[in-house]
């Protein structure tokens, strides 16, 4: 029923907690919840592993990319690599990658060198790209616009999006840049910005934490056609189970929440978000 747009079965964890991941995976979808997982790289390693995942289970798919926090240790020859990883059978995006101002793990010059080659990877590729931006906001757009992440050019790659709100083009269908804000946080309008650009949004837990207006909003103003939902799986879990491991089932809340703040109900946002995401990443079904 749900796709999780964005999880890290890959992440750095004990094999019995990998296992221990999939195996609720696996429970989730033979129970119906869950039908997809998208496994997205952060360095060369997890890409290699995403990839990997993707091999061996029908229900995986894989991005591969180097987050800002691990741009410290790349080069020439690990962009060389995640490319050929980019090339396999269901890996299907670049990502994630972007900025990250709140930790600066990597120095910001260095975060700004390989978020825009790997823009220009995916730009070659002809491939979507999933943005991490934290303490970033208008620097990422920056780069994104001057990269061309939003040209006509790559536009023209890809098929339209169903605009049923009418929110960016009076005939039902708007441009798609295929570049997804993974984890979005910033403001509704913000979100309006990069939905006309050509952008989509994915939703994570913390819409789900009590307070979070400024998310709340974001769900509430951006239609449904532009929205995905995610995990982040094995942070960000949403409440009730917030403060233990996220998993990729976990995504039910997050779209339990959407659906809350849509009036709608959890089947058809389920249903709207999986088709969006199956859209955006180039999943035929």
Known sequence: MLFDSHAHLNNDMPQEDRAAMIKKVEEAIEAGLLDYVMDVGFDLESSKLAADHAAAFSWCYAAAGCHPHDTKDMDDMQLA???????????????????????????????????RKQIRLANELKMPIVIHSREADQEVMDILKEEGAFSEERKSWFAKRPDTAGYVSADGECPDARVLLHCFSGSAELGRQYV????????????????????????????LDFLLVETDSPYLTPEPFR??????????YTAAKVAEIKGLSLEEVAAATKANAMRFYGIRG
């Not at 989509?200 to 509430?220: D, E, F």
């Not at 403060?243 to 039910?252: H, I, Q, S, T």
């Open 196 to 223: 006309k650009l050509g952008a989509t949004l994915s939703i994570a837990g913390p819409v789900t934490y009590k307070n979070n207006r400024k998310t709340v909003a974001v769900v509430s103003e951006i239609p």
């Open 81 to 115: 690599l995640i490319k050929g990883l980019a090339r396999k059978d269901k890996v299907m995006a670049i990502g994630e990658i972007g900025l990250d101002f709140h930790y600066d793990h990597s120095p910001r010059d260095v975060q700004r060198e390989w978020f």
């Open 243 to 252: 403060g233990k491991k996220n998993a990729p089932p976990l995504v039910e």
